[in-house]
């Protein structure tokens, strides 16, 4: 069965930064493009990252472009999001989850279990 | 970006009821469509992709159908497991987008 393990999460101060980390298990990583989704407390499911398989397309959304890096180390079998000046609606659980499908975009399944990150003043 | 609107955002319903969720899309999106289930605490689970194709291992009382801009998922006969948070989601261009959500309560 596909498992995808986030982990890096915590509380970080306003401005701060963290690293989030995503690892894969029994299913070919280095063939599927990654996504990272996060979802506030209580609220709904923001896309915020793509990866291709190669690491040649990148795609962020607005709110966190110039503020967050997306990376993979296929022969790790993991995937990163480098966070930077954080800011208190970055609050959220952050999942990683593989494209679905062959096109350019795709659905997204399985999902990790999500990693809580919280900003704080 | 294209914006999803899913109605409504609550829903009160009973075991044994079929239930219908409703997603539009701002523009066309063929049948680049998504249905996720959300349990509290739990990661989104997928249900159907390119709008009706029901993903392995969901049951079949759940369907999904419409194309373009206008986009449905049904509930038939609603299990107890099925109260939760339902999601859709466009993926006919980047960014992806979801809509807000449908939290079907029980009644």
């Known amino acids: 069965e596909v498992q995808l393990v986030e982990s890096g999460g915590g509380l970080v101060q306003f401005g701060g930064s963290l690293r989030l980390s995503c690892v894969a298990s029994e299913f070919a990583f280095s063939d599927f493009g990654m996504n990272w989704v996060r979802q506030a407390p209580g609220k709904g499911l923001e896309w915020i990252s793509y990866i291709s398989a190669s690491s040649a397309t990148i795609i962020y959304a607005d709110s966190v472009r110039g503020r967050f890096t997306v990376s993979r180390h296929n022969a790790e079998n993991s995937l990163y999001l480098e966070m930077s000046s954080l800011r208190g609606d970055d609050t959220a659980v952050y999942y990683c989850?593989?494209?679905?499908?062959?096109?350019?975009?795709?659905?997204?399944?399985?999902w990790g279990q999500g990693t809580l990150v919280t900003v704080s003043p | 970006d294209i914006q999803m609107t899913q109605s409504p955002s609550t829903l009160s319903a009973s075991v044994g009821d079929r239930v219908t969720i409703t997603c539009r899309a701002s523009?066309?999106?063929?049948?680049?469509l998504a249905w996720y289930q959300q349990k509290p605490g739990k990661a989104p689970k997928i249900l159907i992709y390119?709008?009706?194709t029901l993903q392995s291992g969901v049951p079949s009382r759940f369907s999904g159908s419409g194309s373009g801009t206008e986009f449905t998922l049904t509930i038939n006969t609603l299990q107890p497991e099925d109260f939760a948070t339902y999601y859709c989601q466009q993926y006919d261009f980047y960014p992806v987008t979801f809509g807000g959500g449908t939290k079907v309560e029980i009644k």
């Open positions: 989850a593989p494209k679905g499908g062959s096109g350019y975009v795709g659905w997204l399944d399985p």
């Open positions: 390119k709008a009706s």
């Open positions: 523009q066309s999106i063929s049948r680049w």
